[in-house]
Each structure stands twice: as structure tokens, then as C-alpha cells.
């Protein structure tokens, strides 16, 4: 049996819940440090990182941790790896817009095997392993089924640490707002593949995301039925920087016309 197979799902669920009670500490929220421009970390980034880390090095301490808030580039990726974005949202957080979520991947040899985005303010829990499907509070759930762009809800990611790239990114955007029924951008890149696998939006695209914004939103969109492919439109697949197009099977075909 694999090592991964002996893994409690569930348990880790519930640390990933109770990691998410931190989102209310307000006065931690204010702790802000800037990164680098337009990317910030508070105090509730690195309490949750903690928790989680901690908790899962407990219960599994030959697995290795990559986190958003100490990334450690000495890792080898070639076996298995926990991949931690603790706020998923992290501007949302601090503006208090309660669009933020904590995303969990388990990653085998740079492939994704299990995946859990956990959106605290509506106590939804998206989960997925691979080969078993996805579930949304333990229910199935499954990409929408539209075919075409006039019945599209899309979602955009507007790399905001990359703001030379705004020009270019706003005509990809203009032309796809004029083609689907609109646009949403929610600032959560983890939340936006989590709605795409349950049906509430079709597409979603993002430049240079980092592995940890994407990797388990991608195994929970195709465990749902749909796509998750570069700008190229090759699959995607688990670098630490990538371009990102996301949807079910025909609009994220679709979308990749546009870039």
C-alpha cells in the first residue's frame, strides 16, 4: 500500500477547519508586511501556516511542507509534498471582503493526488483525490455543463504583482467580456477553481500564478469533469510559476482562443 493511501483525509480537513478559525483575528489581520508590491502577509497568513504545518508534521512527518509564507526552493519535489497556501485571498483578508480561503494540496512525484479548499465564511469544504471525484460538504459536485461563451459566467485574475502586464491582460479581458455574459473577479484564485468545479462559473484565467494559488483547485476542477491548462493550452502542470486557463472541457477551449 502507498503512503498516501494510509493518509486521514478527514482529519486533515479538520485541522485545515480549525486553522480557518484565525481569519477573525482582526487585530492579527493589521500586522501587515509587504512582500513585495501589492503583496502582503499578515500575521493570520503565518499563524495559520504554523497550525497547519505543525499539525500535519504530527500526524506525518516523512512528508515535506512547501508553504506560500516560507518557501523553501531545497525541497525535493520528486516525492511527497504538502502545498500550503494559508490565506488564498490574502488583500480580500485585510479589507475584511470575507473572500479568502485556505488551500492544501498533496503533491507525488509533482503531481497532484489530493487537494482541499476550505472557504471559512460560507463553511464550505471542496475536497478531491485522485481517480474518486470531488465534493463540495461531502456532496458530489460537477463542472456546468454550458458549450458556448453567450452562457458563461467567466472569472479573471488580474496579476496584480505584475502590473506592467495590465495592458495586455485588459484587451485578453475586453474581448472575452464582450463574447460571455461577464466577467467576476473575486481575488482568490483557489475560490475561483473551487467555484468552477461546482458549477457556479464556467471559466477562469491567470497569468504567473505560483504553485500554491493553483494546485489543489486544478485536481478539484478535473475530479469535477473539467480542464485546467497553460496559455499554450498543454495541461497544466505543477511548476512553482504558471499561466493558468480553468474551466469545464469546452469554454476552457475556448479561452485559450483569447490569449
Known sequence: MEK????DYKKIQEIVRQAAKLFADRESVGCIKEKGMYDFVTAVDEAV??????ELQLLYPEISFL????ADNTIDMDGLVWILDPVDGTTNLIHDYKNSAISLALLDKKEVIAG????PYLDEMYFAEKGKGAYLNEQSIHVSSAKSMNESLIAIGTSPYRKEEAVD???TFEKIYMDCQDLRRTGSAA??????????IEGYLEKKL?????AAGALIVR??????????GNDRTMELIGDVIAGNTPITKILTNYV
Open 4 to 7: 498516501y493511501e494510509m493518509i
Open 49 to 54: 501556516q504554523n497550525f497547519i504545518q505543525k
Open 67 to 70: 508553504g506560500e509564507e516560507s
Open 116 to 119: 482541499i479548499i476550505y472557504d
Open 169 to 171: 491582460n485588459f484587451k
Open 191 to 200: 475560490l475561483d477553481l473551487a467555484h468552477i468545479a461546482c458549477g457556479r
Open 210 to 214: 505560483k504553485l500554491w494559488d493553483f
Open 223 to 232: 475530479e469535477a469533469g473539467g480542464s485546467v491548462l497553460d496559455y499554450e
